[in-house]
């Protein structure tokens, strides 16, 4: 009830400002400055679950109607997807960085490792995709995703050159940091404002999407670091 009072199209430009460059979490901290080599490859290892198979969830919701809305989701998809070349495709970056440590390149090879938390983000987000009910829903989480990627990939890549490690073991970052940073002003610019002007009954649905996938993200980071901690433990 209280998101359909917003002015949503100033909800939205408030929360992709913040969530563009946020202050440093005690998680960001931690990955940045204390993480070790086997926690990095345990990070790899989990983010695997998606880095292999990216952009699937998007392809679901792009069927329908062309319009201008559509065509950028398209472009999104087809960035995420090397623009039809296997040998830039971001699947293939991240399959690089495993191979550089002589990791399983396999979809859902570490599946066992993924925690519960990661895994309620993936569902959720195939649950919104599944109706067209829950578009606005969706378009509001992706922005989030989009607008919120380069700084958890700064930390990652921080992580990687504080340790030295090569180009190969950290080169989805850096490509994932450039083109995500086009993608947020993407997604808020040309879905997700044209959205709330299109929709303005529904338009809140887009800050519901934007907040849920928030929520489940910080939750969903801090197991992640929760789980490297126990790993670097084991070793």
Request: hydrophobic letters at 40%.
């Amino acid at each position: 009830a209280a998101l359909q009072q917003l002015n949503v199209k100033a909800a939205l430009i408030n929360r992709a400002g913040e969530d563009l460059d946020p202050p440093l979490s005690p998680e960001s901290r931690y990955l940045r400055e204390e993480m070790t080599v086997a926690g990095y490859q345990h990070l790899l290892a989990i983010a695997s679950f998606d880095g292999l198979v990216e952009g699937s969830r998007l392809s679901r919701i792009l069927g329908g109607t062309a319009n201008e809305v559509q065509c950028t989701l398209v472009r999104v998809l087809l960035e995420e997807y090397g623009n039809g070349r296997l040998s830039r495709k971001h699947s293939t970056f991240f399959a690089q960085m495993l191979g550089e440590f002589g990791m399983n390149t396999q979809p859902e090879g570490y599946f066992d490792l993924v925690p519960w938390e990661v895994l309620a983000c993936a569902n959720h987000n195939f649950l919104v995709t599944e109706r067209k009910l829950y578009f606005l829903r969706y378009s509001g989480g992706l922005t989030y995703f989009e607008v919120a990627g380069p700084a958890a990939y700064r930390n990652y890549l921080t992580a990687a050159q504080r340790l030295g490690l090569s180009e190969a073991a950290m080169g989805y970052w850096e490509l994932h940091i450039r083109e995500d940073e086009r993608h947020g002003r993407w997604m808020l610019d040309d879905v997700a404002l044209p959205l709330a002007q299109s929709y303005p009954e529904e338009a809140w649905q887009i800050v519901l999407g934007y907040d849920q996938e928030k929520l489940m993200s910080d939750r969903a980071a801090v197991a992640v670091v929760q789980s490297i901690r126990n790993a670097e433990q084991a070793v």
